[in-house]
């Protein structure tokens, strides 16, 4: 058995870690913003002020993904360029930009994926209690209804949120991604206000006539250190609550796996977040292994290394197996409830560099793309209903915390020239796009 027949092949990215021109057109600043331009808190003292220079390379972008043969590519869409208060005024030149971008991937035949909200907060919800407060999620869903109702004619798919566990745990409980807080399990009402936020949203896109909304989730398998031991054990599956189910549970219809804050979730908040979606997006990268938490700590588990597989440049674990596990627990885990998915990012990072002959030879990023999608290929075998699968990333681009270090493109740029070479693994990428549909 193949891939079932439209089966779609893309490439990702996100604004803040591509575009740059953080202060044209009217763009205001977002919380990454403030957080890269805080010293000490991304690696390098790098920000997102110039980044790819996307914002004025997209025509040379769009050209690459050509020839890249994807079917589809997700981008995202900076809610500060749209609406730089966050609220209220809305900066038409915001909406321009995407709208030049997207008419230039029609012309080329590529479909358009628009995920709304990749971490790049204004700054000014912030100030206001970002993602802790619920009036957040109403800000967010004013935001999808103004980019709908622009690009909502051409654009036929829509991701909500990116990894909604992410701008909790590593913004708001650990502190490690903007805005830096450090809430710990205080931290659970900006998941509510995420999902509530994603329910309202896709009620706004359905309004203007939306057909194939979803959300993307980041989900990172766990394991206990010991399986023989009860106190790891329940340490994975206290992990696997927050990190994992949290954000899908309430939205394919359950309750959340652990209990939230008296107050924050209201009356009819479940059915808002659980509006049908037309797809769930599945981000994967790694497994995660957990040990019982030394005494005192504020987190239910402890993260230990994995120590027994390959890494990737950043000393990430590589076990494609882990994905297919994965999509079968999420098909036996929700059954019928589970919508068809998309593998919305996977991806590795090396240090890749441009050879004395002008290429980029990535070899273990192939094997790794090869893997990942034969896993893929296993799980639809299996009769797993994945529908396409995005690499992370088109292009080498900002990688949050830890500045442009890691490359995780399929494109390599050199930060200094803005010089895109396509690596080996674009090429390889390519033909087997070109082979799928042979
Ligand atoms: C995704 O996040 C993002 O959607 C994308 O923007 C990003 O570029 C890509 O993956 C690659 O990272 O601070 O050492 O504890 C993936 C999930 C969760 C991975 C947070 C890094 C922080 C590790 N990320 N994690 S650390």
Redesign the pocket.
């Known amino acids: 058995m193949g891939l079932p027949a439209g089966f779609q092949w893309g490439v990702?990215t996100?604004a803040y870690?591509i575009e740059g021109a953080v202060a044209e057109d009217g763009r205001g600043p977002s919380t990454w913003d403030t957080f890269a331009h805080t010293p000490g808190r991304v690696a390098g003292g790098h920000t997102g002020d110039v980044a790819c220079d996307h914002y004025h390379r997209w025509p040379e972008d769009v050209a690459l993904m050509a020839d890249l043969g994807v079917d589809a590519y997700r981008f995202s869409i900076a809610w500060p360029r749209v609406q730089p208060a966050g609220s209220g005024a809305v900066n038409p030149k915001g909406l321009d930009f995407y709208e030049r971008l997207v008419d230039g991937l029609l012309e080329r035949g590529i479909a358009p994926a628009a995920t709304l909200y990749?971490?790049d907060l204004p700054q000014p919800l912030e100030d206001a209690g970002g993602w802790m407060e619920r009036d957040t999620a109403h800000r967010f869903a004013e935001f999808a209804h103004l980019a709908a109702e622009r690009l909502g004619d051409r654009v036929a798919t829509w991701i909500t949120l990116?990894?909604p566990v992410?701008v909790m745990?590593?913004g708001y409980a650990?502190g490690?991604?903007a805005p830096g807080r450090t809430l710990m399990l205080d931290a659970l009402p900006v998941a509510h206000h995420q999902l509530l936020g994603h329910g309202l949203a896709v009620r706004a896109l359905r309004e203007h006539g939306a057909r194939q909304v979803g959300l993307?989730n980041?989900y990172?398998p766990a394991w206990a250190r010991d399986a023989s031991s009860d106190a790891d054990r329940r340490a994975a599956g206290a992990f696997d609550d927050l990190m994992n189910r949290l954000f899908t549970d309430p939205v394919l219809g359950g309750g959340y796996p652990v209990e939230l804050p008296a107050g924050v979730v209201r009356d009819g908040d479940l059915a808002v977040i659980s509006a049908p979606i037309d797809f769930l997006g599945v981000?994967y990268?790694q497994p995660t292994r957990l040990a019982a938490p030394a005494e005192g700590s504020p987190l239910p588990f402890d993260?230990v290394g994995i120590e027994e597989h390959p890494k990737t440049g950043?000393g990430?674990p590589i076990v494609p197996d882990a994905l297919l596990s994965l999509l079968r627990t999420l098909d036996t885990t929700y059954g019928d409830r589970l919508p068809p998915l998309y593998i919305t990012?996977n991806?590795c990072?090396f240090p890749d560099a441009v050879g004395p002959d002008g290429t980029v030879d990535d070899a273990d990023r192939i094997a790794f793309l090869d893997a990942h999608i034969a896993a893929v290929r296993t799980a639809v075998d299996e009769g797993v209903d994945v529908r396409g699968y995005f690499a992370?990333?088109l292009m080498d681009?900002f990688?949050?915390?830890?500045g442009y270090g890691?490359r995780?493109g399929l494109v390599h740029v050199d930060y200094a020239t803005q010089r895109r070479t396509p690596k080996r693994s674009f090429a390889w990428y390519r033909d087997l796009i070109a082979a799928s549909r042979a």
Do not use: D, K, L
């Open positions: 990702a996100a870690q990749h971490w990116n990894e992410v745990a590593y650990f490690v991604y993307t980041h990172s981000n990268y993260m950043m990430w990012e991806g990072s992370w990333s681009n990688e949050w915390a830890e890691p995780f």
